[in-house]
């Protein structure tokens, strides 16, 4: 039972576009969701996160929107740099409680200079 | 500030056979955890220690076993290795008490292959 799903396995976007990484969550308990960014042959790096008190939170080039209500996230990266190039992780868990983090499967990027 | 490390970065065993992983923590960070990420799958929680005393773990049986010492090191042992144990393992530290401690510092990871 996947509670953090990422649908798309890759994406290709041209050097200078927008990318839109999604991710959708079963789990309504989920109250903060994070994203992390792994280069091969790396551990997952901390990206971004959000907290379900907001709908939106922005790094830079790097946005994360929420939609509680359809239980949906996504991670906009504007522009895309050939650097972005890596494999995007959604996690979640609730803010309260004794629950680790819950990862989806990823999707891997590819930006095309 | 040292970042978080792990080894060996690679290693082969046969089925049946013990290993040993060893991770080193982010300096001050009281709390590690430790994931599986095999081929095609995100990460998924196998337990975490905080000061030396495990403080949760994840749906995986006891032949997983883990270790924590006082100066920030830690060992995930997996003993009557199985085919499906091949996998990266990777160790996470964090400053937080809890399993919900938010931002991870992860190692590359050991990727472990079973034969």
């Known amino acids: 039972d996947q509670q953090v799903k990422q649908n798309s396995p890759s994406l290709s976007v041209q050097e200078g576009r927008i990318s839109i990484l999604n991710c959708d969550y079963t789990?309504?308990?989920?109250?903060?969701f994070l994203w992390y960014k792994k280069y091969p042959a790396e551990g997952p790096t901390f990206l971004i996160s959000?907290?379900?008190?907001?709908d939106k939170n922005e790094d830079g080039r790097f946005t994360v929107f929420l939609n509680k209500s359809a239980k949906h996230l996504s991670l906009h990266i504007v522009p895309s740099q050939p650097g972005d190039s890596a494999v995007y992780f959604c996690?979640?868990?609730?803010?309260?409680?004794?629950?680790?983090?819950?990862f989806g499967k990823g999707t891997r990027l590819s930006v095309i200079a | 500030e040292t970042g978080v490390t792990q080894s060996p970065t690679h290693l082969i065993k046969t089925r049946g056979q013990q290993v040993t992983l060893r991770c080193s923590s982010q300096?001050?960070?009281?709390?590690v955890s430790w994931y599986q990420q095999a081929l095609g799958q995100g990460p998924q929680f196998i337990f975490q220690?905080?000061?030396?005393?495990?403080?949760g773990r994840g749906n995986f049986p006891p032949r997983f076993s883990g270790l924590q010492f006082p100066n920030y090191s830690s060992e995930l042992n997996v003993n009557a290795l199985e085919l499906d144990d091949s996998a990266l393992y990777l160790c996470?530290?964090?400053?937080?008490?809890?399993?919900?401690?938010?931002?991870?510092?992860f190692g590359e990871g050991s990727r472990l292959t079973v034969l």
């Open positions: 996470a530290s964090s400053l937080g008490v809890g399993l919900n401690t938010g931002e991870l510092f």
């Open positions: 789990n309504s308990m989920f109250d903060y």
């Open positions: 959000i907290s379900s008190i907001k």
């Open positions: 996690a979640a868990s609730p803010h309260s409680g004794n629950t680790p983090l819950v």
């Open positions: 300096s001050g960070h009281n709390t």
């Open positions: 220690y905080y000061r030396e005393e495990e403080n």
